[in-house]
């Protein structure tokens, strides 16, 4: 990477976006952007580009969720029930990956609406602009082709006038545009905290999923032990549904409770108590509102719950903030 | 989301991989795929749609530094110093996101070619098992045609053969196919994680940059007062480049460093010495490796790091365990 501290200054040549109308295959929006003032036809740039950054990140997600159906499917067909139930565990793992990668571009679009509000000020206010400087030009020329004309007295009226609305106009432009700026991007930046975080919860997870699958060579005409990891493949996917859960619990109010130690305490706090409840009154998990698994009932009974515990104990791969705990 | 621990129990009428040869637009790779024994067909599904994850990623990645260029030469055209340095800020921060991004399509890409490995050896052992059961169909003909061949001697001496060649080819696959598996998901994780890690630090600075903008509303006739955090605003981008360098420094050896508390712990430490650092030799950051603004030199001088630490403390706003330093 070599990217100066403004990216401005990396800009070689024209800039792209100021000559859109030599682009092809314009949207109607863009087409109407490339005609704008100067004042308002940037941001509708901005507006289109974060539109094509919206529908790459749903593509990713759909293609995940594609992926892990198919993993799942070869897996079926090896013939190997280590490999089978691990590949299908894992695709239910990337399946969420892709999920959340759809969230996230949902978030970016409502991000980007807000840039929407600044768009329509700028739009709204170059016409203010205009009038006032037509004025001024009138009254320029009058004054010296006719410097006695009564429509002086008049024009110096409506300039005022204009002035005045100007202000005003010019006034709700910069605190429109410096409010939205922030709202939009703090949304954005909100919206990749989460996707990263929930992301890290769920790979953490796929991690301990492959951690069962024994990849020891055997010799041609040895055969493998019998897969004995069912309980705690499915264990693993109910811990990921208890981490995602307590991770929304613990970050209703959003932004600010993403970041800072507080969030993680009670985060740990509200993923232990969750854990314990595993094993209570989490018999079958229709109790809960499923955070990633809707369907968690069909194939796991609780009866499953205990054994599996003890087949891998269970420690959370998630926040740093579970080994302060044991500090 | 109504997913069960299952993702094959999820699967409704004929699943898609299995009519691929169906479907538009084929490349050769996946037009052979179609045409493979069911062995590995499936295996080159996975690896087909997973190009696909790879492209939209890639995408997206260079969309966020249009995107980021585009913000800029907004905030330049506003007229309005705090919105044009905070957009170029901020479109830093993006560029560097959609860098990121393209680094992890470049990981799955990556990630992809191990599974290469397994489809391989799946097609290798095919003939393998279809001559064992040529063979022994044969024989199964002759006995009952001609009982007293001489040739069935030679058939059952070549299907010994052939069954002792066959039980080396499946304990290859089985053996292939278990560690591959692994090694393919553990570095899709990872990936997922790094992104995830390093996307995070550059949210958290981005918002950093966002408090430096005053949004608080002017009436009309006020002027705003001047622009004076530019020295903050450059002093972010530098500790989002000190926290970029020393989570790559604290995760040289990959994977495992990237998860538990040893790594934040390593991370902390190595975040602080870097820290420091900036305000003794780092005058100008010609000193280090550029991680994130190669030309950083370029627009801060080492006159300005004093002057912007007093502006704002610096805090880090990245990994929750800095806090575990002040417990």
């Known amino acids: 990477m070599n990217r100066s501290l403004s990216i401005r ?19 109607f929006a863009s087409l109407r952007g490339s005609i704008q003032p100067e004042l308002s036809r940037r941001l509708y740039q901005v507006i289109k580009s974060t539109n094509n950054l919206v529908s790459s990140h749903e593509a990713a997600g759909r293609e995940r969720e594609t992926i892990a159906k198919q993993l799942s499917e070869w897996g079926e067909q090896t013939g190997d029930d280590a490999v089978s139930d691990i590949s299908d565990k894992v695709g239910v793992v990337l399946s969420e990956l892709g999920a959340q990668e759809e969230t996230y571009a949902h978030n970016l679009d409502e991000a980007r609406g807000v840039l929407k509000t600044i768009r329509n000020t700028e739009k709204s206010v170059q016409p203010s602009r205009d009038a006032k400087g037509k004025i001024a030009d009138e009254i320029q020329r009058l004054k010296l082709k006719e410097p006695q004309s009564t429509r002086l007295v008049i024009l110096e009226q409506e300039l005022v006038r204009a002035e005045a609305e100007n202000l005003v106009a010019e006034a709700q432009l910069t605190n429109i545009t410096r409010k939205k700026l922030k709202e939009s991007y703090e949304a954005e930046f909100a919206a990749v905290i989460e996707r990263a975080e929930k992301q890290i919860i769920l790979a953490k997870h796929g991690r301990r999923l492959l951690d069962l699958l024994d990849d020891s060579p055997v010799t041609p005409g040895d055969s493998r032990h019998a897969y004995e990891h069912g309980n705690a493949a499915r264990q693993v996917l109910n811990d990921a549904e208890d981490d995602l859960k307590s991770y929304a619990e613990h970050n209703v109010d959003g932004v600010d409770s993403i970041i800072g130690g ?21 018999g079958d998990g229709r109790g809960e509102t499923p955070v990633m698994t809707g369907g968690i009932g069909q194939s796991v009974g609780g009866d499953h719950h205990v054994p599996a515990a003890a087949d891998v104990p269970y420690v959370s791969p998630t926040p740093t903030s579970s080994n302060d705990d044991r500090m």
Do not use: I
């Open 262 to 282: 507080d969030r993680d305490a009670e985060y740990v706090a509200g993923h232990n108590d969750n854990y314990t409840r595993t094993y209570t009154d989490n």
């Open 9 to 27: 200054s990396s800009k070689g040549g024209p800039p792209g976006p100021q000559t859109p109308a030599r682009k092809k295959g314009f949207s």
